[in-house]
């Protein structure tokens, strides 16, 4: 057997009646497609329903799927305690997607749980659910800080897993949209919040998953969304697959965004295969970008390349321009992958004899040196963006007023500490938010006095 079915579905306890106390009445909407989402399950029968939750146990770098024979939940923290759960886990799928991880060297797995008790992304579906159908077990599963890509390749290790056992399952991908769709929302309004209600809307619908890795890390962070990463991974479990879907609902009314669809796949499609197509087209950018780069990126990326790929440093080559051997300064190497920041290390003032050996020094640690990161690999090399900051000197300053988010990067410090933020960077729109980052980076408290400093730098890309 497979997937027979998919649905995305919002979580909001207020659409349960004895949480919502007559509250739920303004989405009455939204409740309508849920009848219809259990209706439809409970004529399917799963053995197994699969639900990917953005509130179960997340890590920045790891997929965890719940552990264990049964886990229980209840809305007590909603102020519903009579509103309980008891559910038995499919413990041999979860066994057989935790091996065919491992044998990809992929991070999931069941180690780390924080917290066995069901969280309100899973007991929201399951509550309209089990009014129609209890006749199942259930894979839990959580979200990670990962890129995208890595979402939807968990995707489709679970649809190889659920085709080893044979189950007859169907998954569940839990998720508000935007929660900033109404000034009067709980958590205000933002233009990106419609915007992003309207796109992912319109790619559910269409069932046009490749757009899904269109959305990036700022834009939906503005858009405060909370189910994107789920619906990367039902998409993933849908690989290769003609998708038959329909849209029930979509409302904004309490300023959050509640989507449901349902999505039937069909036939083999090796046109539908969406990582593969993404992963490729990344490979011909990251190819475009190494050979168009100027002198500084090239000798980063081979840096790289040779220590990651064949275990050797390079020397400076023979012939690499006289103002990178002659020139002094600090340098920062910036790596990214599937537009998420990789490894970032560098040097405020020169450490080495000249740029070219203060840019291979660099590139080395922020390929394998970054405390924020796990090594990168040899496989990781054919999607890596990378860019070379060379720094001005840097100058005192004694107002923020003196510095432009745009044009200048800062350092925070006090007689013992010191952080550095670079200027005009992807989410860090104004002054004080450059100097908040830089100076938690220094591990500077808010009350804490400190003193900045401003530099410029020629950015390399």
């Known amino acids: 057997m497979a997937i027979i079915r998919a649905f995305t579905v919002p979580h909001p306890p207020l659409i ?32 197994t329903i699969i639900i990917t939750s953005p509130h179960a146990t997340m890590y920045s770098d790891y997929f965890h799927i719940s552990p264990g024979r049964r886990a229980e939940g209840s809305f007590a923290s909603f102020r519903a ?15 057989v997607i935790e091996r065919l991880a491992e044998k990809e060297s992929f991070p999931a797995g069941t180690a780390g749980e924080r917290d066995s008790d069901l969280d309100h992304g899973t007991m929201v579906p399951l ?21 995208l890509t890595d979402h939807y390749r968990f995707g489709t290790i679970i649809k190889e897993a659920v085709r080893e056992t044979d189950r007859k399952a169907v998954f569940v991908a839990s998720g508000d949209l935007s929660h900033k769709l109404q000034e009067y929302g709980p958590y205000g309004f933002s233009p990106e919040g419609p915007e992003y209600d309207s796109r992912v809307m319109k790619v559910l619908s269409s069932a046009d998953f490749g757009e899904l890795f269109d959305f990036s890390d700022d834009f939906c962070n503005k858009a405060a969304e909370c189910g994107h990463r789920s619906f990367v991974i039902m998409a993933g479990a849908l690989d290769g697959l003609n998708v038959r879907s329909v849209a029930l609902s979509h409302e904004d009314v309490t300023g959050v965004g509640y989507g449901i669809c349902i999505l039937e796949p069909g036939d083999d499609n090796a046109g539908r295969r969406f990582l593969d197509k993404r992963l490729g087209k990344i490979r011909s950018e990251v190819e475009k970008k190494v050979s168009d780069c100027d002198e500084y990126v090239k000798l980063a990326y081979d840096t790289i390349n040779a220590f990651i790929g064949e275990g050797k440093r390079i020397d400076i080559p023979a012939d690499i321009p ?25 040097t405020i003032l020169p450490v080495t004899g000249c740029v070219a050996s203060e840019i291979i020094s660099n590139a080395i640690s922020a390929s394998t040196r970054d405390p924020r990161f796990s090594p990168i690999k040899k496989d990781e090399l054919p999607y890596l963006e990378i860019s070379v900051d060379v720094l001005g000197t840097p100058e005192d ?34 002054v004080s ?29």
Do not use: W
């Not at 305690?81 to 066994?95: A, H, K």
């Not at 002659?326 to 599937?338: L, M, P, Q």
């Not at 938690?440 to 890309?461: C, D, M, S, T, W």
């Open 397 to 430: 300053i004694d107002s923020e007023d003196e510095l432009d988010v745009k044009r200048y990067g800062v350092i925070v410090y006090t007689n013992s500490k010191r952080g550095l933020l670079l200027p005009d960077l992807e989410g860090v729109d104004t």
């Open 16 to 47: 349960v009646p004895d949480v919502g106390r007559g509250g739920e009445k303004q989405v009455i909407r939204t409740i309508e497609s849920y009848e219809k989402v259990a209706d439809e399950i409970a004529s399917l029968k799963p053995e």
């Open 127 to 147: 509550y309209f659910i089990e009014k129609k159908y209890k006749d199942f077990k259930l894979v839990r599963i959580g979200l990670s800080g990962l890129p």
């Open 322 to 346: 006289d103002r990178m051997l002659n020139d002094k300064a600090g340098a920062f190497v910036s790596i990214h992958e599937h537009g998420m920041l990789r490894g970032c290390i560098g």
């Open 81 to 95: 305690p009579g509103v309980t759960f008891s559910e038995e886990y499919d413990s041999e799928l979860v066994s």
């Open 433 to 461: 938010e450059q100097i908040d980052i830089a100076r938690r980076k220094a591990g500077i408290g808010p009350n804490e006095p400190y003193r900045l400093q401003r530099f410029e730098v020629i950015r390399h890309v």
